[in-house]
Nanobody, 125 residues
């Protein structure tokens, strides 16, 4: 079975950092694109960052560009989201998702086939 396990969330002060991890199992990891999404209370799920299966195409939402860095370690079957200079508006549940890819990344949530359970990120002001 395809499984994604997101972890690394927590409570941090504004300006702080967190690193989220998305550990994958049950599929050929290096054939799949990975996306990080977030959903704040009362808001729609939004794309944060995506990385292609081949690790050479990366997308960042404008709101996080320059502060967040996505990376993948195919040997460890894990994708990371390093988050720096966190702001209160980054507070949300963060989810990772995966889709078998062809070298592209995918920005729209409904394009993804499998989702992790989410990890809460809370940034205090």
């Amino acid at each position: 079975d395809v499984q994604l396990q997101a972890s690394g969330g927590g409570l941090v002060q504004a300006g702080g950092s967190l690193r989220l991890s998305c550990a994958a199992s049950g599929f050929t990891f290096d054939e799949y694109a990975i996306g990080w999404f977030r959903q704040a209370p009362g808001k729609e799920r939004e794309s944060v960052s995506c990385i292609s299966s081949s690790d050479d195409r990366i997308y960042y939402a404008g709101s996080v560009k320059g502060r967040f860095t996505i990376s993948r370690d195919n040997a460890e079957r894990t994708v990371y989201l390093q988050m720096e200079s966190l702001k209160p508006e980054d507070t949300a549940v963060y989810y990772c998702a995966t889709k078998r890819g062809s070298g592209n990344y995918y920005v729209i949530a409904r394009q993804y086939d499998y989702w992790g359970q989410g990890t809460q990120v809370t940034v205090s002001s």
